[in-house]
């Protein structure tokens, strides 16, 4: 006879969202590369790159008990520092940050799986204040690139409080939590130097851009004269 009082089967995801084209608004995916790296997580813990999938991470989400998500967030504290928000925290935090060009927001995901009566019973963000977003196709900044290790301990320590065994590896391993071409090392070796590849913008309207300027600083000038 089944126990119907028994608890529910845990199920967890750890998470990390963003866009790795957008300087550190990859931090999040990058965390989840070096945590699936480095470490051994149990059978009942998926580990899973979001990306800017935005909605598409709903059925994703789904049944899931807690839920540990790594991201860029618009926080109050300097850029490059680390913060954790828990559960009713999450709203305040993560209330301007949006998460893909469709400007789907993590508040919009966690009200999309309330209606469903799928929320999750415990939800973390472990989220940095980003240094620079405008490095369009460049990699994280020095700064929070050098947060990684401490934000992992962050989510290590929060997955161990909900019972969690965590092992460190090891050695370090490449998996397939981040597909291979969009790996750090690999993405850092290919990408163009700044000087071959405009990274502020798409340099023909950039050219027409600074065109109009000189045509109105010229016209500026010859009105004050």
């Known amino acids: 006879m089944n126990d119907e009082s028994a608890a529910p089967e845990r199920r967890i995801v ?6 790795l084209l957008w300087a550190d608004e990859g931090f999040g995916v990058r965390c989840v590369e070096a945590l699936d790296a480095g470490w051994d997580l149990p059978p009942d813990v998926g ?19 807690h839920v540990l998500l790594f991201d860029a967030v618009a926080h109050r504290g300097e850029p490059g520092t680390l913060i954790v928000a828990r559960d009713d925290e999450i709203p305040a935090l993560m209330g301007g940050n ?14 999309s799986l309330e209606l469903l009566n799928h929320k999750p019973a415990h939800f973390t963000v472990v989220g940095i204040k980003p240094v620079e977003l405008a ?18 301990q962050l989510g290590i320590d929060e997955l161990r409080r909900w019972g969690v065994e965590v092992r460190e590896r090891a ?3 490449e998996r397939d939590v981040v ?4 790996r750090q090392e690999r993405y850092e ?15 023909r309207f950039l050219a027409i851009r600074a065109a109009a300027e000189e045509r109105g600083n010229e016209k500026a000038g010859g009105t004050s004269g």
């Open 171 to 173: 050695g370090h391993s």
């Open 189 to 203: 070796s290919g990408r163009p130097a700044p000087e071959l590849a405009c990274r502020s913008g798409d340099e």
């Open 179 to 182: 597909i291979g071409a969009l």
């Open 135 to 152: 490095d369009y196709g460049g990699s994280l900044t020095e700064r929070v690139q050098a947060q990684i290790p401490a934000a992992l």
């Open 98 to 111: 949006k998460m893909s060009l469709h400007q789907v927001g993590m508040n919009d995901i966690l009200a």
């Open 14 to 19: 750890v998470l990390g969202v963003g866009n």
């Open 47 to 65: 580990l899973m790159d979001g990306g800017t999938l935005g909605l598409a991470l709903v059925p994703l989400l789904l049944d899931t008990t």
